[in-house]
């Protein structure tokens, strides 16, 4: 199992931009596809964005796409999520989770593909 450990959360007021950090252990980090969801209070964890073990596709979420960017530093075992133009919307615990096998990707990824999490970081986007 990988541990991840996000980071880069907190509050910022609408129209504003953070980057959040997500940290692996473990020397096979550069063969998993990375993902990002959120839950914010009183609804369902969803999903937001995934990466490619490589890099090479991204796939987000209607209600982010063209908002937040996803990338990966496999030197440095790290996925990033960039997120611009916050609205309050966007308010939750963004977490940063892995799939459960190497080398897999799917198109409609559900929680369930995804067999680590990290312990969350809060972003709060004020109006």
């Known amino acids: 199992q990988v541990q991840l450990v996000e980071s880069g959360g907190g509050l910022v007021q609408t129209g504003g931009s953070l980057r959040l950090s997500c940290a692996a252990s473990g020397p096979t980090f550069s063969s998993y596809t990375m993902g990002w969801f959120r839950q914010a209070p009183g609804k369902e964890r969803e999903f937001v964005v995934q990466?490619?073990?490589?890099?090479?596709?991204?796939y987000y979420a209607d209600s982010v796409e063209g908002r937040f960017t996803v990338s990966r530093d496999n030197a440095k075992n790290t996925v990033y999520l960039q997120m611009n133009s916050l609205k309050p919307e966007d308010t939750a615990v963004y977490y940063c989770a892995s799939y459960s096998l190497p080398w897999m990707w799917t198109r409609q990824p559900e929680q369930k593909d995804f067999g680590s999490w990290g312990q969350g970081t809060q972003v709060t986007v004020s109006s």
């Open positions: 990466i490619s073990w490589s890099g090479g596709a991204e």
